[in-house]
């Protein structure tokens, strides 16, 4: 039975309450998700997705956003993550020093949270703390993912606009075109455009997300900013509203709606296997001397 002062509670933004939660999701401790079943379509929020590589500068963009909507009354909770060790699971998250300043804030929830493994720039979690989010008093979530490159698609399943940063001086250009980083991003940025080249990297940008403006009859804007600076952020804040406001097209909704869906059916289907249960097995195998991986999976 859901505690209904805790729902209450979650309603009215208690940042305790919320990171309880949160924590309990993480676990899978029994009565998370009755409480996310108690999450109505009213309590739907706009999530903006922050992606690209690593060194691009997303969370000094993210701190300079978070400050434009704070400075507009607005309430907003973020979702930082960051890699995690494929040995020991943890993280250094690192956003908790780029993002201090707002951690006091009464407008601004931040949660930091390690991939656990995750290929795809995001916490295995992250759809049921974002639904959790969205039952609190906040305007926008913010989610920031981890710069994985080109593995990094797995927030067009989440986000309801996607912000790619990416940097001149680095081959993001070419990047850009073979990771598939294309075909998630509603906006491109342009970071630490005060950099030499930054306006030929922009308007090969340009040159290049062309076609898929003439084939999907969308145009993908890029945005100059220098985050550091807090230059271009304004602009970066309209289009983004631009963006939230325009439907997206019935192809992609459903293509988001399914994706959100495939993540929490195979979660379901996995949840009775473990990875250290997993890892007994092949240390076992491993000391008999006679480990084949293939036929190893076989009984799974």
């Not at 699971?89 to 020093?97: E, F, H, M, V, Y």
């Not at 804030?105 to 995750?118: K, N």
């Not at 602009?235 to 929490?264: S, V």
Request: proline share 4%; hydrophobic share 40%; net charge neutral.
């Amino acid at each position: 039975m859901v505690d209904e002062s805790l729902l209450q509670r979650i309603r009215s933004g208690d940042s305790r309450s919320i990171a309880r939660v949160i924590s309990m999701i993480e676990n899978e401790a029994p009565g998370f998700e009755e409480i996310l079943e108690r999450a109505g379509t009213s309590d739907r929020r706009q999530i903006i997705g922050i992606t690209g590589p690593p060194g691009a500068g997303k969370s000094t963009l993210v701190d300079g956003l978070i400050g434009t909507l704070v400075g507009q009354g607005k309430k907003i909770a973020v979702l930082c993550v960051d890699p995690s060790s494929p040995f020991h699971q943890g993280a250094l998250l690192g956003d908790r020093i780029r993002l201090n300043r707002w951690y006091n804030s009464p407008d601004v929830f931040i949660r930091s949270l390690a991939t656990r493994g995750s290929m795809g720039g995001l916490h295995p979690s992250i759809l049921e703390i974002a639904t959790l989010l969205c039952m609190g008093p906040f305007d926008h979530i913010i989610v920031e993912t981890v710069g994985v490159g080109q593995s990094e698609v797995e927030i067009a399943g989440l986000a309801d606009v996607t912000v790619v940063v990416l940097v001149p001086e680095a081959g993001d250009d070419i990047q850009a075109m073979k990771s598939g980083l294309m075909e998630v991003a509603d906006i491109f940025v342009v970071n630490k455009s005060d950099r030499p080249d930054a306006d030929l990297f922009a308007h090969n940008l340009r040159l290049m997300i062309g076609p898929a403006y003439h084939h999907e009859k969308r145009e993908i804007p890029v945005i100059k900013t220098v985050a550091s600076a807090y230059q271009g952020l304004d602009a970066l804040w309209l289009e983004i509203q631009k963006q939230l406001g325009n439907k997206k097209l019935p192809d992609r909704q459903l293509l988001l709606l399914t994706e959100r869906a495939w993540h929490l059916i195979q979660k379901k289907r996995m949840r009775d296997l473990s990875r250290e249960a997993l890892m007994g097995s092949i240390r076992e195998a491993l000391n008999h001397g006679r480990f084949n991986l293939y036929s190893f999976i076989k009984s799974y």
